[in-house]
């Protein structure tokens, strides 16, 4: 596969996953808008805030009300990360890789694209956020499914794959930072019922409530953690997401699993292997906060390996004849 | 939705004779058209309009940094081309095309026939498309013109004319294949009883056509589809076609040449390419052997091209018999090289290079359309009776600076067919581009990109001053259609 195409569509499929994630973020907000007293804080703040965004925002939009933070995260074209710029980016993407994706999988994301853009009016969002953000999180879904079912499961579809899933482990990490160390506006609301509220408006948002209801009933935020954490069979933690990955990357290469011979097989498999044997207290004992930090970090490391690898075309050995 | 009202005073129509009734391949459509309840026909049209948008049948709207996209203008009437009319079409084409082929092989090789006088040396020489780095290419099978697609047009007495050769890189295919799918849909139950000669298996004759050019002793050739990029605005078409012929879609910085042979940037290496259907420009091939700011094209690639280890279609060079003056002489190459008539005429053309012919321009400017001899698409075009005193000095001015440059003919009343317009229909005028691959044998797609000119009283088709489209039903006779039935099977036989 050429190295071109491989990039567009790890990136398409990053991108895509990232908006979907973007509109979980916004959710987790709404639903602590909803629950918490209106002492707890301006909770909208707090997404500014875990995007790192909060100079910018103050300069272009002032006060962190609803309509402005979901202007800023979902039609901002300023906004990198925004639902409109990712589905932008993910839509060049895969009109770069159109001739290898198929057709049902470009219409796709050309009509989520296209509902994005001519949601037009923000203020009908506003109106009604959840049913925008929930007919967008199918859209991609949708899309997700089409892929699965239309594209034949080789080497694109497996850096698709894994693109997904890296993109998927940081920002499912991202939402337990929000949870953790953004919206823990006091200190004496750890173990509170608040608390309990906001565990439970995060597990939600990543369209994780039920699941861990099944395995562990009571909302304990240890237990949260673990299974967004460590848990190896919910397909939206972290662990899952990187067990999955590495098999595709080991699917791409063709080196057998347990071995590697480049550093995207090493680093990846070196923190998978971690995971596998890790316990929530030595997580804890780390500091969530951190723990994640350097997760991330480890993802980030991965993703440049992962650049120069496969799609760094200025040094490129040449295929044994 | 009726067509009474119609009117075709003045015109060939494509779809009404002159006396106002349905041409017979016309009739059916007609006739199912104008039982269509009211307002059913106008939803349709917006129903395949929504399908476009969704499939990204789209064209970039530069200088909107939002991204803004239209659609291709699309009219769902079918443009009808009767049997007996294609046929004549279809021989036609294929005589021009081999004569065409021969040509250029002859004017990079020996030249016969400029040392025969057929054609005056200087024609070639002066010709900017001429490439003098081709001279001795020995193109795999002597095949130099793969994909043609040649802009017929026809007048008011009904007569088709060539208007020009596209030996480059003709786009628009992959409308007309869009196009039918389309209309596959808007019209199921018309399409099914006409007899329409399908046109789906174009992608699979073009790959045929494109192996058929692979080195020798290569068994399963790499054949990819190079594009300039997503920026091109015939992107659309690259990617489909590269889709739909099952290949890899690559830009130049994809590819490299290494010891010898040209290879493409793949995620375990590099991997060889055999066959190139290159949808860049000769001038932006190979920075090494053309323009050398080029960053399109693949350093080295001509080299390898002359060493017979890739081919490319079209082959470079071919680009020579776009030349408008050199279009002229398509008539006489026929006579030369095949020793028959040509069955399609040209359009009469006044080369102003002739100091007689000039004169004549220079003095009937109001009546001529005059054109570039170098440019396509539409542009550096004077249109005599729609023009200014104003501009016809300009171009006055920059025929007797350059006649080389300049070509005219007279204006041709193109034929017109019907289009939606509001709640009625009016004719507007329409040209036929039919798509002509040569690879084992000359293969001409039945039917062709029908472009249509949405503005009134437009003369100019071209999609980039306000051209639309619109799908083009050549209909089978009855006989015939088991002739091609049977040669089909014979096809997936061998």
Known sequence: MLSRVANSIYWMSRYIERAENVARFVDVVRHLVLDLPDE????????????????????????????????????????????????????????????????????????????????????RVEEDPAAFFSHFKKSCHLFL???????????????????????????????????????????????????????????????????YRKR????????????????????????YCVIKA????????????????????????????????AHIQDVLDMGLHEYIDTFQGRLNDLGQAVFETFFDVSVMPKLPA | MNFRGYNTDGFYDELFDESGRPRTGAALLIQKIEKLPSGDLVRRQQAAEAAMMNLGITFAVYGDEQGSEKIIPFDIIPRIIEADDWRRIEQGLKQRITALNLFIGDIYGEQKILKDKAIPEDVIRSADSFRKQCVGLKPPKGLWCHITGTDLIRDRDGQIYVLEDNLRCPSGVSYVLENRQLLKRTFPKVFEKSRVRPVDDYANRLVRTLEHLAPDGVAD????????????????????????????????????????????????????VDVIYRRIDDDFIDPRAFRE???????????????????????????????????????????????EDPILPNVPTYLCWRDEDRQHVLGNLETLVVKSANESGGYGMLIGPASTQQERDDFAEKIKAKPRNFVAQPVVSLSRSPVIVGDHFEGRHVDLRPYVLYGEDIHVMPGGLTRVALRKGSLVVNSSQGGGSKDTWVI??????????????QQQSE
């Open chain 1, 40 to 123: 707890a804080g301006n909770q909208w703040e707090s997404l500014v805030q875990a995007a790192g965004a909060e100079e910018l925002f103050a300069q272009q939009y002032g006060e962190a009300t609803m309509a402005n933070v979901i202007r800023y995260l979902t039609f901002d074209r300023e906004n990198p990360d925004s639902i409109a710029s990712c589905l932008w980016a993910a839509r060049e993407n895969a009109r770069s890789v159109r001739e290898v994706i198929s057709s049902e999988m470009w219409e796709q994301i050309n009509r989520a694209y296209l509902m994005v853009k001519d949601a037009g009016a923000p203020a």
């Open chain 1, 216 to 239: 562990y009933q009571q909302i304990i935020p240890k237990n949260v953690a673990e299974f967004l954490i460590l848990d190896s069979h919910f397909p939206r933690s972290m662990h």
């Open chain 2, 221 to 272: 050739p790499t054949t990819v589809v190079l594009t300039p990029g997503t920026f091109n605005s015939a992107y659309f078409e690259h990617s489909f076609l590269a889709q739909q012929m099952g290949v890899e879609l690559v830009e130049g910085k994809d590819l490299v040449v290494s010891d010898g042979f040209v290879m493409m940037r793949t995620t375990r290496g590099l991997a060889r």
């Open chain 1, 246 to 277: 590495e098999e595709s990357i080991h699917a791409i290469t063709g080196t057998p699993g347990g071995t590697y011979t480049n550093p995207v097989e090493q680093q990846i498999g070196r923190l998978r292997g971690e995971m596998d044997y």
């Open chain 2, 476 to 489: 089978d006779d009855a006989p015939e259609t088991a002739d091609v039935l049977v040669t089909q099977s």
């Open chain 2, 293 to 339: 700011d080029s960053m399109l094209g693949v350093p080295g690639l001509m080299e390898v091209y002359r060493n017979g280890r890739v081919a490319l279609a079209n082959a470079p060079g071919a680009g020579v018999a776009d030349d408008k003056v050199v279009y002229a002489f398509v008539p006489d190459m026929i006579k030369y090289y095949l020793g």
């Open chain 1, 145 to 211: 499914g089409i892929t699965d079912t239309t594209m034949t499961h080789g080497e694109g579809w497996h850096f698709g794959r894994a693109g997904r899933l890296l993109e998927r482990a940081d920002m499912t990490s991202r939402m337990i930072d929000v949870k953790y160390y953004v919206l823990l506006p006091r200190l004496d609301y750890v173990g509170s019922p608040y608390d309990n509220l906001q565990w439970a408006a995060l597990l939600k948002s990543i369209s994780a409530f039920e699941m």
